[in-house]
């Protein structure tokens, strides 16, 4: 059975930081284009951060651009986040495209396999 685990997530202060990991088991991804979404309540869930499977080309919604880092390894994906704001708040899910191939994908219908997700919470 195909699983992503993420792990990290947790209350933390405006302005502080947080790494979430994503751990895959039952087989590799180490050569399929990741994502890291995010839900808030009542909203839809929204690409926060893309990365190709060489870690070489990554996107980046606006509002994470500058705060937030993907990257990757061969065992994980990690979405590092700094100067939390009260707007971050959500469940952060790691995401895995269907296929293998090249560069990054920003539709969310590329994306098969998911995570459980792992809460994210900002203090003001």
């Known amino acids: 059975q195909v699983q992503l685990v993420e792990s990290g997530g947790g209350l933390v202060q405006a302005g502080g930081s947080l790494r979430l990991s994503c751990a895959a088991s039952?087989?590799?991804?180490?050569?399929?284009?990741m994502g890291w979404f995010r839900q808030a309540p009542g909203k839809e869930r929204e690409l926060v951060a893309a990365i190709d499977w060489s870690g070489g080309s990554t996107y980046y919604k606006d509002s994470a651009q500058d705060r937030f880092t993907i990257s990757r390894d061969n065992a994980k994906v990690y979405l590092q986040m700094n100067s939390l704001k009260p707007e971050d708040p959500a469940v952060y899910y790691c995401?895995?495209?269907?296929?293998?191939?090249?560069?990054?994908?920003?539709?969310?219908?590329?994306?098969?396999?998911w995570g459980q997700g792992t809460q994210v919470t900002v203090s003001s």
């Open positions: 995401a895995a495209r269907a296929y293998s191939g090249t560069g990054y994908d920003t539709r969310i219908s590329e994306y098969r396999y």
């Open positions: 039952g087989r590799t991804f180490s050569n399929y284009a």
